[in-house]
């Protein structure tokens, strides 16, 4: 699959312990806002990899692997036909591995302009009132969901 990106990708959930989270705006599409987002590198790439690369390359802030909380979720959907030609032919659909990562206060992102032209953090409510994908509303109302019980998923994260 040389020159084309895997279908299976990473979405990262950046937040305040206030729930404010994260939202950047593509810079291909005005007005779809959306989290940290990427595909792997290679098949062997580990998830929270992807992540920290992702999120690096992204808005700048460098965390290591392990900073990343992953929440044991994915979802399957149909990649969107405008973005299709970025895989190999045949390929419709992509599986996305939901992530969180706990910042202690809002920043302001250093944007790779050829992926986002601006920036805002939001409500939980708001931001998942503002993504243009399901999955990326659905992941910003897992946050506060998993933030009300505290260790649902075994580790004590919230």
């Known amino acids: 699959m040389s020159g084309y990106k895997l279908p299976e990708s990473v979405l990262v959930v950046i937040h305040t312990p206030t729930l404010d989270v994260l939202l950047l ?8 806002w959306q989290s940290v987002t ?12 992807t992540c920290a ?12 692997a392990g900073d990343f909380d992953d929440w044991h979720y994915t979802n399957r959907y149909a990649i969107y036909p405008q973005w299709r030609r970025r895989y190999a032919p045949g390929v419709t659909h ?10 202690e ?32 509303a659905q992941a910003i109302r897992l946050l506060a969901f ?13």
């Open 146 to 158: 998993r933030a009300a019980r505290p260790g649902i998923d075994g580790s004590g994260a919230g």
């Open 105 to 136: 206060a809002r920043f302001a992102p250093r944007l790779a302009p050829r992926e986002h032209r601006r920036w805002q953090w939001l409500s939980w409510r708001d931001a998942a009132d503002a993504c243009f994908s399901w999955t990326n």
């Open 25 to 32: 705006e593509r810079a291909d599409f005005a007005g779809f």
């Open 94 to 103: 992509n599986v996305e591995h939901l992530f969180g990562l706990r910042v």
């Open 53 to 64: 690369r992702e999120v690096r390359e992204e808005t700048g802030l460098q965390r290591p």
């Open 38 to 49: 990427g595909s792997r590198a290679t098949a062997a790439e580990p998830l929270a990899a």
